[in-house]
């Protein structure tokens, strides 16, 4: 059971998330928080050492959400073929992403890139253990007898990934999700090429 002051945390770092996924974290500023949650400049600061540790924990947040909603989506596949593809699929709305902005990984990745050490460095763990997850996925399709053992765990996965990511950013910016969706019915298509 969460305190008053948890709940009044964590509606602050949930209604701040958008804020940050739309605006990043050079662009949102603490007036900005204070009007979407309606709090004073008193119980934000009691809350959050400065706008830094705001900053960080709002990042922590909508990285885990993300990474949750991911696995969740995942998790629904009763294959190795399934899980890929519901991975895939998490991705086929890049206009109508369920944080607005866009994927909060792709976003705070881009612009942690040289600024924020710290955020870049859970960022990179994030992507990483995607990376992984990815690989181990199609590694057990190729020892369940899914997946030729032609296929490249560690090479696929970075595709797969970087190709989703890549494109949800390029379709945002073209207002469309029309190359989203063909991208993913042609990663789709390589994968079933290994099927045993």
Do not use: W
């Not at 509606?11 to 662009?27: H, M, Q, R």
């Not at 990745?109 to 990179?124: S, Y």
């Amino acid at each position: 059971m969460f305190t008053k002051a948890e709940k009044t945390k964590q509606f602050i770092l949930e209604t701040a998330i958008p804020l940050y996924n739309v605006k990043g974290i050079a662009g949102v500023s603490i007036d900005d928080v204070l009007n979407a949650t309606k709090l004073t400049k008193g119980c934000l600061y009691g809350h959050f050492q400065s706008k830094e540790d705001l900053s960080e924990q709002v990042i922590d947040l909508a990285l885990k959400k993300t990474v949750d909603k991911i696995h969740l989506a995942v998790a629904g596949g009763k294959t190795a073929k399934a899980k890929v593809f519901a991975f895939l699929d998490f991705y086929k709305d890049p206009i109508q992403t369920y944080v607005p902005g866009g994927c909060p990984i792709f976003n705070t990745a881009t612009e942690v890139d040289d600024n924020h050490p710290v955020m870049k460095e859970k960022v990179a763990a994030v992507i990483k253990a995607g990376q992984q997850e990815m690989t181990k996925l199609l590694e057990e399709g190729i020892q369940n007898g899914e997946f030729s053992n032609k296929l490249n765990p560690p090479v696929l996965a970075f595709k797969l990934v970087a190709a989703v990511e890549g494109g949800l950013i390029m379709c945002r910016i073209m207002d469309t999700v029309k190359p989203m969706h063909a991208l993913i019915k042609s990663l789709k298509s390589e994968l079933e090429q290994y099927i045993s």
